[in-house]
């Protein structure tokens, strides 16, 4: 089974985006992801972040800690 997006946090381009996703297990992780205005393909994923977060709270602080446009999101 997927995990759940709980929280999409984009940059004030709206080109690049952190998603935070809970697991069946309960953890949460999250994952950066970026999409190009002239492709239609829409969210790719950069990367997948971290996991194994006990809180969506939990892994934004981690996911502000590491992704550099993030410092000022909410």
């Known amino acids: 089974m997927k995990p759940v997006v709980m929280k999409s946090i984009e940059d004030w381009s709206g080109q690049r985006c952190v998603d935070v996703r809970k697991h069946v297990d309960g953890l949460y992780s999250w994952a950066e992801c970026r999409r190009d205005p002239e492709d ?4 790719r994923y950069l990367g997948l972040g971290a996991k ?4 969506e709270d939990a892994a934004v602080c981690d ?3 590491k992704v550099e ?3 000022d999101a909410g």
């Open 40 to 43: 239609g393909h829409g969210w």
């Open 52 to 55: 194994g977060f006990a809180s």
């Open 63 to 65: 996911a502000q800690a």
């Open 69 to 71: 446009w993030m410092e």
